[in-house]
């Protein structure tokens, strides 16, 4: 699932925000959403999109790194939310999305730190 309709985000300015403490990324990748189906009866037995369970998202850190966002990678702290925003030319927020229960599952150290963080629900406004 794109949540920009297609577009890869690359193309944009995203911030991601934990606990007080923003950064700039560098990259953002793989937001995937898992939506389990039910059966529903009736004829056939038909899947249905069930609810949203969780997601994951993938980002690559910038230069400036917060200590809060590292205190996340390093398991000292679990915020209910973290939050990520589309920025304008001018850095000023376009699109807003919330991560409920954010959690870091993946951290890989090369030339730039990459994240993978699963989180309980996606709210964009």
């Known amino acids: 699932m794109s949540i920009f309709g297609g577009e890869p985000l690359t193309s944009r300015h995203l911030r991601l925000s934990v606990d007080g403490g923003s950064e700039l990324l560098a990259d953002v990748s793989g937001l995937t959403m898992d939506q389990p189906t ?10 249905i999109p069930g609810e949203q369970t969780s997601g994951t998202v993938t980002v690559v850190r910038g230069s400036e790194q917060s ?40 951290v890989e150290n090369g030339g730039a730190q990459s994240v993978t963080i699963r989180f309980t629900s996606l709210a964009v406004g």
Request: aromatic share 8%; no cysteine; proline share 8%.
């Open 67 to 106: 200590q809060q966002f590292t205190d996340l990678i390093d398991g000292r702290t679990q915020p209910g939310t973290a939050s990520l925003d589309q920025l304008d030319y001018a850095g000023n927020p376009t699109k807003h999305f919330t991560l409920q229960e954010p959690r870091v599952i993946r």
């Open 38 to 47: 039910q059966q529903s009866p009736g004829e056939g037995f038909r899947l």
